[in-house]
């Protein structure tokens, strides 16, 4: 069963590498990752390219302009194909066994 993490993600580089890296930690690995960038200001969504390129459980998206939080996390949904879906803020993290 295939879990779904859904990140709405805006101008969050700094705090977002936590929360990455508490997802590769988990015990639990049949899951991919929605990212959806509300269009940030700052180089996040470059970052984020780079990061995707690296990792195929990760499918990243980008509004074509900024539509604000409530859009961003309805579109993660949309995108998700996960049995399951959490949404997990980017600057928050998850423990080990989260997912299981």
Known sequence: MTFSILVAHY????YFQECYQ???NQTYQDYEIIIVDDCSTDDS???LVELAKQNDKIKLF???ENKKVGF???RCVE???GNICGF???DDKISEHSLQ
């Open 88 to 90: 997990l803020d980017p």
């Open 45 to 47: 969504y470059e970052k």
């Open 11 to 14: 101008n969050n580089w700094h």
């Open 22 to 24: 508490s997802i590769l």
């Open 72 to 74: 961003t996390k309805r």
């Open 79 to 81: 995108e998700a194909s």
């Open 62 to 64: 980008q509004n074509s």
